[in-house]
C-alpha cells in the first residue's frame, strides 16, 4: 500500500491483485476512486475482472459502476481496443452487468449514467452482441 501514498496506482493495485485479498481490493478501489486510465493492461484486465465479479454483490453495485463509467468513457475516447482487455473479461463483465442492472437500481444518488446505458455503450463500442451473451 506504500505505492498509494507516492501516487503510484499500478503498483498499488498490482501488490493488492496479487494477495487474491477481495476485501483489500475493495477498500483500495474505494479510497482511490476509479484509476483504470492510471493502469498498465495487465493490472486493468485484472481488475476488470475482479470488477464483474463484485457486480452481483448489491453493496458493492455502485463502486462497480464508477470504475465501469470510467472504463465505458475510456473504450469511447480510444477505442474498442484500448487496455487489450481479453474478449472473456469483456463478456463476463457485460453479462454480469446486464443481470446487475436487472435486478438491482443503482443509489439514489447516483449521478452518472445509468447502468442499462452503460452495458449498450460497452457491448456497442466492443461490437459484441447481447443477444450472444444471453444465450
Known amino acids: 500500500m506504500d505505492a498509494l501514498q507516492v501516487g503510484d496506482m499500478d503498483s498499488a493495485y498490482a501488490e493488492v491483485l496479487s494477495t487474491g485479498d477481495d476485501h ?26 475482479a470488477v464483474g465479479q463484485f457486480l452481483l454483490e448489491r453493496n458493492l453495485f455502485d463502486l462497480c459502476l464508477s470504475w465501469i463509467q470510467q472504463l465505458v468513457e475510456i473504450v469511447l475516447e480510444n477505442g474498442p481496443h484500448v487496455l487489450s482487455i481479453p474478449m472473456e473479461v469483456k463478456k463476463e463483465l457485460l453479462l454480469n452487468l446486464h443481470e446487475a442492472s436487472s435486478t438491482m437500481d443503482p443509489p439514489e444518488d447516483w449521478e452518472g449514467v445509468m447502468p442499462d446505458q452503460l452495458l449498450l455503450q460497452l457491448a456497442s463500442a466492443w461490437g459484441i452482441d447481447l443477444r450472444q451473451l444471453q444465450k
Open 24 to 49: 483489500l481490493l475493495v477498500k483500495l478501489m474505494d479510497r482511490s476512486g476509479p484509476v483504470v486510465d492510471q493502469l498498465s493492461n495487465e493490472v486493468a484486465s485484472e481488475l476488470l475482472h
